[in-house]
């Protein structure tokens, strides 16, 4: 395990404990396979990984699944899938696409799925490895580097909790995380008891997990009080130019 928030969180002052998204799942599970499965943490993602390709560690969840991974896992369907933003600070230019940057310093965290798909997409962008995405976020902040890129709900959890005031989210990009359990080889099994379990979780109890971690400050347009003043104005004006054409046709007649 690795700490991985909102998915993935230690809990404060207590040793080994963690809560999040992916745990609350794993919890679910333990009740519906009747098993307790032991945490075993790690400092960084490098690390976790490189126990998983000597099966020291059974499995992994809050995983993308990718070729090279597929060499080493079986994994289950997706059970979160989220996207991935473009974090700048307020005072630059807003950066919409990655298309448009040329030779600018990005965050990502090391060894990550994305990590591999910028390096492949973006050749020109220059790559600056860090140990996860809160010291990415930091980065951008102090102006280390020109931007991040991070998954929306990581992004979201950390916005919520206001560690970065300067910081906004600019755009997206192409690519999307799909969260699943990553199982050992050796291990069949497993990744079928774990689907299974998966599959028996309700749309409900899924909503609620969502709801207890997940924070997104974003407004569609059709909630936002100013798209409704617009749009009572647009009716206002039609309606004054439905009725001046209907009175104009009875003068006519």
């Known amino acids: 395990i690795h700490e991985y928030p909102p998915l993935v969180i230690s809990k404060t002052n207590k040793e080994n404990e963690f809560d999040g998204i992916s745990i609350q799942y794993l919890r679910i599970i333990e009740k519906k396979i009747g098993v307790n499965f032991e945490f075993v943490p790690f400092d960084s993602w490098s690390e976790l990984l490189e126990q998983l390709k000597t099966n020291k560690v059974d499995m992994i969840f809050a995983i993308q699944q990718t070729p090279e991974r597929d060499q080493i896992l079986l994994f289950t369907d997706p059970y979160l899938t989220s996207n991935t933003q473009i974090i700048t600070r307020k005072d630059t230019n807003v950066l919409s696409e990655l298309s448009?940057?040329?030779?600018?310093?990005?965050?990502?965290?090391?060894?990550?799925?994305?990590?591999?798909?910028?390096?492949?997409?973006?050749?020109n962008i220059r790559l600056v490895q860090v140990k996860d995405e809160l010291n990415?976020?930091?980065?951008?902040?102090s102006g280390e580097v020109d931007f991040s890129v991070g998954e929306i709900s990581r992004v979201s959890y950390y916005f919520q909790k206001e560690l970065f005031s300067n910081l906004t989210i600019s755009g997206n990009i192409d690519f999307q995380y799909n969260f699943r359990f990553g199982v050992r080889k050796d291990f069949p099994l497993l990744r079928n008891i774990l689907q299974k379990a998966l599959n028996d979780i309700s749309p409900k109890e899924r909503t609620i997990i969502l709801k207890n971690w997940i924070y997104i400050d974003h407004e569609y347009f059709y909630q936002s009080s100013s798209f409704w003043i617009g749009a009572g104005g647009l009716i206002f004006i039609f309606i004054i130019i439905t009725i001046s054409f209907w009175n104009r046709s009875l003068n006519q007649l």
């Open 136 to 141: 990415a976020l930091a980065k951008v902040s």
């Open 100 to 123: 448009s940057t040329s030779k600018q310093k990005v965050a990502v965290v090391e060894d990550s799925a994305l990590y591999s798909y910028l390096k492949e997409t973006y050749p």
